[in-house]
């Protein structure tokens, strides 16, 4: 018998998958855990994880070195970590609160000084470990426990678009955002994450890969519904694709 | 080693570059900003990294972050950039970084002003950050002094695993002494020691054993009192052995004055105008404030010290607090301070003692 698909052999070795069913960080993570075996760039990498889902509940999870960053600073650690150990693969893993709130300074700063790792960003429009509250990149008129009356009715503002604010800056070198809904897309956001670690070895620059995810929990949806609300709403917001490729 | 004439900000930044840093990221501020500019042509000569952070907070995350990977790091600001940069201290400390941080400082409380003052000492002592834990905390009272602690600093710090804090003021920076420049640590030794971090507790890559995680906390499941209480056993080594004091004339004082870091050397000259004048007055200088050197002031002979005079540049006092608790009511103590680019007085401190030797006679 050939075998077709195998787990990572890096995946769930530490600390096994402790996400809610029908969320996106399960199959962000393994895609990372799969790429990064691909390339074989397990034993050499390093991670410098958010705080959230999108870093507490990763790290440890894939087997492999974790720095894990203050809320919001993975870009500033990744930044120094990179340049001190230049011949080491890194790159961060940050939700939208951590990456576009609190951390929204120092992402943009890395991505305009060209910093040489990578982002992997999942946008899942809201906070998801502290129970649901309203993100920088909550959809117009959702609602979310503190955006009780839905976004933009109270003084909330309008959903940011990370990828389309990085693509203003010069130095950037990768700029692609995918989503989980389908096997397809699975497989693109595959190929965006791998390009942007290969554009790192090739010392490109900075690259992020936005992924348009999922949260059950406090999106108080089924993961099938789930799957229809990012299609129906998130990705007319967030449009997938790559925005640049160097 | 020939003795050069140099400014504070920078003799302590190229002490810090021979020591076997190679990291700096910072942000402009007055008065240290000499510091930045130095390293921003330095470290890149000794194959170093330095960035312009885009903020304090920035800043000591690039530097937190360079030490997860065993590069010997440095930050330098003054007070309120200090306060920024709070929160990555105490991960620092939690999670064992050995990161030296420069503190020119200014007025305060708020942005405050630009002129020297002494006024974080709570901030350096006790209060980095949240969650109550401790780093060394260094003051020198004269460039040689600062260029030699700065020097020793990036070795303590690893030898404890904790962040190493210079607690320095707008005058160090600015001013101009001669000063004899340690030896350059050579390119192999300063490898050798980041491969040592990378092997035994820093990241580099899992390299075939079993990942690393490293953070500021304990979200493992072992309860983080045990983190705390490993912490507590290296705070409490710090104190049985890394106190360090200089004595000034106390043998036979009668009056005891006491200041620490730039305050001392004003508090030294009243000492020996007083002394030149018959009147047996000492100084006590603290050069670690944490680890207080509560034992400098036990080895006083209080049959003889009428009275203390403590010296700082702060208002309302803060170093007195730890002098209070080191003098235990042993003998009475008079307060002198200033603040907000006010510095002290010599000729204050000498009246103080002659008045507190006037009521005494």
């Known amino acids: 018998m050939k075998t077709v698909y195998k787990k990572p052999a890096c995946l769930g070795v530490r600390k096994r998958n402790s996400f809610c069913p029908g969320c996106m960080h399960s199959i962000a993570s393994r895609l990372v855990a799969e790429v990064l075996e691909e390339m074989d760039l397990v034993d050499n990498s390093v991670m410098i994880a958010g705080i959230g889902c999108g870093g507490n509940a990763s790290f440890g999870y894939i087997d492999m070195d974790v720095g894990k960053a203050p809320h919001g600073r993975a870009c500033a650690l990744a930044s120094a970590y990179k340049r001190c150990n230049p011949d080491e693969l890194v790159f961060t893993y940050q939700g939208d609160g951590d990456l576009a709130a609190i951390g929204f300074a120092e992402t943009m700063h890395a991505a305009n000084r060209g910093e040489n790792f990578s982002v992997i960003f999942i946008n899942n429009a809201l906070y998801g470990m502290t129970g649901g509250q309203l993100a920088p990149t909550t959809l117009e008129g959702m609602v979310t426990t503190t955006s009780p009356a839905g976004r933009g009715n109270n003084g909330e503002g309008y959903p940011m678009n990370v990828c389309e604010l990085i693509n203003c800056f010069k130095a950037p070198a990768y700029i692609a955002r995918g989503t989980c809904t389908d096997p397809k897309n699975v497989r693109k956001t595959k190929e965006y994450i791998r390009k942007a670690f290969q554009n790192q070895l090739d010392g490109k620059g900075f690259s992020i890969v936005e992924i348009v995810s999922a949260c059950p929990s406090d999106w108080h949806m089924s993961p099938k519904q789930c799957i229809d609300f990012i299609n129906e709403k998130m990705l007319p917001e967030y449009p997938l694709g790559e925005f640049r490729s160097r | ?361």
């Open chain 2, 1 to 361: 080693m020939e003795k050069e004439f140099m400014k504070g900000c920078e003799a302590v930044a190229e002490a810090a570059v021979r020591a076997g840093c190679r990291f700096f990221a910072g942000y402009p501020i007055t008065p240290q900003n000499q510091v930045p500019e130095y390293l921003a042509h330095r470290l890149p000569e000794v194959g170093g990294v330095f960035i312009q952070g885009e903020s304090e907070v920035a800043s000591i995350n690039m530097v937190y972050g360079a030490s997860y990977g065993g590069t010997r790091s440095l930050i330098s600001s003054s007070s309120c950039g200090m306060s920024l940069m709070s929160e990555t201290i105490g991960w620092a400390i939690s999670a064992e970084m050995p990161i030296v941080l420069f503190n020119f400082q200014r007025g305060g409380p708020g942005i405050g002003d630009i002129g020297p003052s002494q006024q974080d000492y709570f901030q350096a002592t006790k209060a980095h950050a949240n969650g109550g834990g401790r780093m060394l905390v260094y003051s020198p009272a004269s460039l040689q002094e600062a260029v030699d602690i700065v020097y020793e600093s990036f070795e303590i710090a690893e030898s404890y695993r904790s962040p190493v804090y210079i607690l320095m003021d707008g005058i160090t920076g600015g001013m101009m002494e001669s000063v004899e420049l340690p030896e350059m640590r050579p390119e192999d030794y300063i490898a050798e020691k980041k491969a040592a971090i990378k092997k035994e507790w820093g990241l580099g890559g899992k390299q075939g054993r079993i990942g690393r995680t490293i953070m500021g906390g304990d979200f493992s499941g072992i309860p983080l009192q045990t983190l705390n209480q490993k912490l507590e056993k290296k705070y409490l080594k710090m104190e049985e052995n890394e106190t360090r004091c200089e004595l000034y004339l106390t043998e036979d004082a009668e009056w005891i004055v006491t200041a620490y870091g730039i305050g001392a050397r004003f508090a030294k000259a009243a000492v020996n105008r007083l002394r030149a004048d018959g009147i047996k007055a000492g100084l006590v200088r603290p050069i670690s404030l944490y680890p207080f050197p509560f034992e400098a002031y036990d080895a006083l002979d209080y049959t003889k010290v009428k009275g203390v005079v403590s010296a700082e540049m702060s208002i309302p006092p803060q170093f007195i607090t730890d002098v209070k608790l080191a003098v235990k009511e042993r003998a009475p103590i008079c307060i002198y301070n200033t603040s907000g680019g006010v510095i002290l007085d010599s000729i204050e401190i000498e009246k103080m003692v002659r008045e507190m030797a006037g009521k005494e006679a």
